[in-house]
């Protein structure tokens, strides 16, 4: 018994001294993204707080930095595109935002990042970050492209000037945008690609009530899908940041579709040898401006530069990977729930799903919402972003009560529904023996 004792304390030993250690790992990981978290406010670029900012917002605050700042190209509408380089280590780091003009969450934390890593003024020294800053800088040299799409952001659209999805242009590179991306991995041979996007605010968290607000993927290089040593470390990078932030979102954090596409840049950077890191930032309850997320992105990415210039990430399995659930479609802006409709004096119950979109107006810097019914009959299986149990309500129509359009303005050629049906606009009552209950205009609870 005695050497059957001794023989369990061999084996088990080193494993119980190794779990502690990827505990120990894994606590001070938190921690750090804790800190980052807290801390978020001292390092926000205050002057851009809404999402439709232009170039010319954000040129002065690029061309201020007191880094290595260059122009390296033009958009089509010959807007410069910068680069900004920190570091000097061995490691290349390129992280580019906002190749969809209409996605600038990523594009905001950048400008807070660049503000973390000003170590003197604000922030300022000894703030607790020194050592990370000094380890990332020494052991990586970072290229960050901030609004790689200038004109489309001018539009706030997705497409660049010429209609181009540029993301979609990395066989013929026929924009000048994505001739420069090509351009700048040709030179730099980037070890690790950090492409970072805005996604819509409906997809899940796997089949669930939560939206994915950030979402992740080690882009295929290949239609099969397969993993080398490229694609393998951006998974574990990817890894870490996942569970950086599950500490705030639990439950919100998603992983993108791996088919391969040919012509999309991410495919085509991880195939060319670098690890190309996705991250889509999505929708969260009322964050509107998404400048929730804009923090989330900020932690993330702080979290993803200190894993790679530690290289802390060779710790991560490719299960961890695959068990982030996939983005799905199973929510509406708003779902309503067990409806009474009313037809030839009958009574059926349905539920109602309504989406809304975005339409720029002001020269892009503002929208307006149009809503649509997308869908209505039995929607148990799916979720809303809100939600109204209306069981007991039944639908009314606005021209029924003309109090109610009086009291919002809402003229008769407004009212081109008679009944509720697919496909239109999300404007009607939900009422009980006649009395209001609910208002929905366009879609949104007044």
Known sequence: MVLLRKHLTFVFTPFILLFGM?????????DFSQQLFDRYEDYKEKTITKRRFKHKDIVPLIENLPFDVQKIGKSFEQRDIYQIKLGSGKTKILLWSQMHGDEPTATMALLDIFKFFQVGGIPPKNDGFDALRATILENCTLYFVPMLNPDGAERYQRRTATD?????????????????????QDELHPDFSFNLHDKGTKYSAGASGKQATVSFLATSYNHEKEWNATRTRAMQVICGMHEA???????????????HEPRAFGDNIAKWGSSLILIESGGYKDDIEKQFIRKLNFVAILNGLQAISEKSYKKYKLKYYEAIP?????????????????????????????????KNVNNATDFEYSSVIED??????????KEIDAKGLTVSMLHDFPEIMQQYKISEKELLNQELNLDERASFLLTKDKEVKYIILNGQIK
């Open 376 to 385: 209505l009959g039995d929607l148990s299986t799916f979720w809303g972003i």
């Open 326 to 358: 996939n983005n799905d479609r199973y929510l509406f802006d708003l779902l309503i729930r067990h409806a009474e409709f009313v037809h030839d004096g009958k009574t059926t119950i349905k539920d109602i799903g309504i989406n809304l979109s975005e």
């Open 22 to 30: 990827a505990l120990t790992m894994q606590k001070a990981s938190q």
């Open 245 to 259: 932030l599950e500490q705030f979102i639990p439950g919100h954090l998603g992983r993108w579709n791996d088919d």
């Open 164 to 184: 181009i999805d540029m993301n979609r242009d990395a066989l013929r590179f026929q924009t000048p945008e994505g001739q420069l991306l090509k351009k700048l």
